[in-house]
């Protein structure tokens, strides 16, 4: 098993317990699962990461697909999207057109 992958399982653990999650508390639950060989670093950063997450939302809706979350406003708001990605790719193309417009290009 990676030492990611342990600290994530510690994670889930201290969710699971109510606990708050902390650099200091996935240490000792990995160190304490037999991980002594995981860089201090990790502990931090999962830490920082999962800070304010909801967990558990997280595990129920992996691999959901966006536009299932948003429900019926996502049906009613596509068209609009559909509209604003149009609207982008313009301004795209019209930002490419203009670097034409300084004399030179790159085998000049």
Same mark, same amino acid.
């Given at each position: 098993m990676?030492?990611?992958?342990?600290i994530v399982y510690a994670a889930l653990i201290l969710k699971d317990d109510n606990v708050e999650i902390s650099a200091d508390k996935l240490q000792a639950l990995t160190k304490a699962a #037999?991980?002594?060989?995981?860089e201090p670093i990790w502990f931090s950063l999962y830490a920082k990461a999962l800070e304010g997450q909801?967990?558990?939302e997280l595990v129920f809706n992996v691999g959901a697909p966006a536009a299932a979350v948003g429900g019926a406003s996502a049906a009613t708001g #596509?068209?609009?999207?559909?509209e604003a990605a149009v609207e982008e790719e313009k301004k795209e193309e019209e930002k490419e057109e203009s670097d034409d417009d300084m004399g030179f290009g790159l085998f000049d």
């Open positions: 990676s030492s990611e992958l342990a #037999g991980f002594t060989e995981i909801d967990i558990k #596509g068209a609009a999207a559909a």
